[in-house]
């Protein structure tokens, strides 16, 4: 089954403690991302990753870190977490399928995982 | 001034109505635009992408007007399992998405 799977999906952490939240996908899409999605603000990007080892900076990057080392592999890293980062953080993945040349743009369906709850005291 | 904005929310209506969500953009050189469905609490889900040339999928009609940078969606006939939040998003090619904070629909029987 083709699918994102994020883990854990609930995670209570305190201030200052490390932790990575994992995502992995197994369509073989080039790109990857995360988002976080706070009441009143929609989803917005942390990070993105167009191709292994290629990563860059979404609207909110600030205390987030990222690494793609593998195809599949997508893991967020907060170094030191803070109460504003408390959030439910959504991973997603896409491929890029071929440019409707006529429209002048491609069609970028994007997969989103299951979703992690995070919250940090 | 929000990169992508929706019509504020919640849109209660009861089944079989007509429902029209708008959303407008800001930044002219997006390049695709979608509307995503969000259930509570779960992932978003693709709904449909969004041509100059319009798309229809049975019930739902998107529209495009890149002049006036405007997005809308329109739900005929709505039913009860409709009731959700309705994203629409912007892509700027590559990557880098934008979503609306959304907008949240009701359908009553």
């Known amino acids: 089954e083709a699918q994102v799977t994020q883990n854990p999906r609930y995670l209570i952490t305190v201030t200052g403690k490390k932790l990575t939240v994992t995502c992995s996908q197994n369509m073989n899409h080039e790109y990857m991302s995360w988002y976080r999605q706070d009441p009143g603000l929609g989803l917005r990007q942390i990070y993105y990753?167009?191709?292994?080892?290629?990563?860059d900076k979404g609207d909110v990057p600030e205390g987030y870190k990222v690494s793609r080392k593998e195809k599949r592999n997508f893991p967020l890293i907060l170094e030191s977490p803070s109460p504003n980062q408390t959030s439910l953080y959504f991973c997603a993945s896409s491929s890029r399928l071929f440019q409707r040349e006529r429209e002048g743009q491609g069609s970028y369906e994007q997969y989103f995982g299951p979703g992690t709850r995070l919250t940090v005291t | 001034r929000k990169e992508v904005e929706q019509d504020p929310g919640p849109f209660n209506v009861p089944e079989g109505a007509t429902v029209a969500f708008n959303c407008t953009y800001s930044n002219s050189a997006s390049q695709s635009f979608f509307w995503y469905r969000q259930d509570c609490r779960k992932e978003p889900k693709l709904l449909m992408s969004?041509?100059?040339s319009g798309n229809e999928d049975g019930r739902f009609t998107a529209q495009l007007n890149r002049a006036s940078q405007y997005i809308s969606l329109l739900i005929r006939d709505s039913k009860l399992s409709d009731s959700a939040t309705y994203l629409c998003v912007v892509n700027f090619g590559g990557f880098k998405t934008i979503f609306g904070a959304g907008t949240r629909l009701f359908v009553k029987a």
């Open positions: 969004v041509y100059s």
């Open positions: 990753s167009m191709n292994v080892e290629v990563t």
